[in-house]
């Protein structure tokens, strides 16, 4: 499926592995609808990017949140006739915490609902509200493919450290998702690909510490460093434009495996 003249949202597409995926299907000649609660980072790109962007001011654990973006989305391509052929759902936060602390306290419910409801509620509710949109997409390909569900795991899915309790259970959660979500909408010619990354450049893993950030370059395969968000949006752009890539999980992480130990 091409890329150019369609509209692709992005959730969490003001910073990091999003940014980098608004930033490829721009320059592949898509239109692209900007979701995320830092206005002032989705203004800058919007302004940066110039034509064919827009932004939402979103936040994805509120359902009117969302819909009043997909409405914006949805009147704005009203205009562009540029359908909506694709959603990356790249929201994301991580929070550590063990599930029970050196002091007899067991994580707190607020922090695990804090990364669910960001994680896996804010990716479902995403996906599902534009779902009638691209449902309703005249086929864009031979194949009949009206569209592209794109969503963000981690190696913390397989592999989570201690800390990532809750964080693992959102991305395991996304994984397992993708193989009954892409057969529900296989009738309608939608696939879903879910991508795994391990250790990527980013906002998120800027703020992390120079020990966990050291521990997991010493347990790197190859290449040994961090990848880069423009690795995330190449294969992001490949599994838009590949129509044998359906149902997949796939794993971007230069064969690493995450250590239990610092
Ligand atoms: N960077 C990595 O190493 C790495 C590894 C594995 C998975 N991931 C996943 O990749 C995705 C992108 O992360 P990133 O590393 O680019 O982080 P990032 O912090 O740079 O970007 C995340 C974006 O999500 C937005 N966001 C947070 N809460 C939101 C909400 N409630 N509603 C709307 N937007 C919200 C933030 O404003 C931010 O712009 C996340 O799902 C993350 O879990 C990242």
Known sequence: MKIENRTFVVTGGASGLGQATVEHYHQKGGYVSILDLHVEKGEAL?????????????????????????KGT????????????????????????KIIDAKGEPLSMQRIDFVLNINLRGTLDTIRQFLPTMVANEPLT????????LM?????????????????????????????MARDLARYGIRVVTI???????????????????SLER????????????????????ATENTMLNGAVIRLDGAMRMPSRM
């Open 142 to 149: 031979p194949d009949g493919e009206r569209g592209v569900i």
């Open 46 to 70: 919007v302004a940066k990017l110039g034509a064919r962007a827009r932004f939402f001011q979103c936040d994805v654990t509120s359902s009117e949140s969302i819909a009043a973006a997909v």
């Open 219 to 238: 347990v790197m395969e190859f290449p040994v460093r961090q990848g880069k968000p423009e690795e995330f949006a190449r294969l992001c752009g490949e």
């Open 152 to 180: 963000v795991s981690s190696s913390a899915a397989t592999d989570g450290q201690p800390g990532q309790v809750s964080y693992s259970a959102s991305k395991g959660a996304v994984s397992a998702m993708t193989l009954p």
């Open 74 to 97: 949805t009147d704005w391509v009203a205009e562009t006739k540029a359908p909506v052929a694709g959603v990356l759902a790249g929201a994301g936060v991580g929070l550590p915490g």
């Open 196 to 214: 795994a990354p391990s250790l990527f450049e980013s906002a998120m893993t800027a703020m992390m510490g120079d020990k966990v950030r050291k």
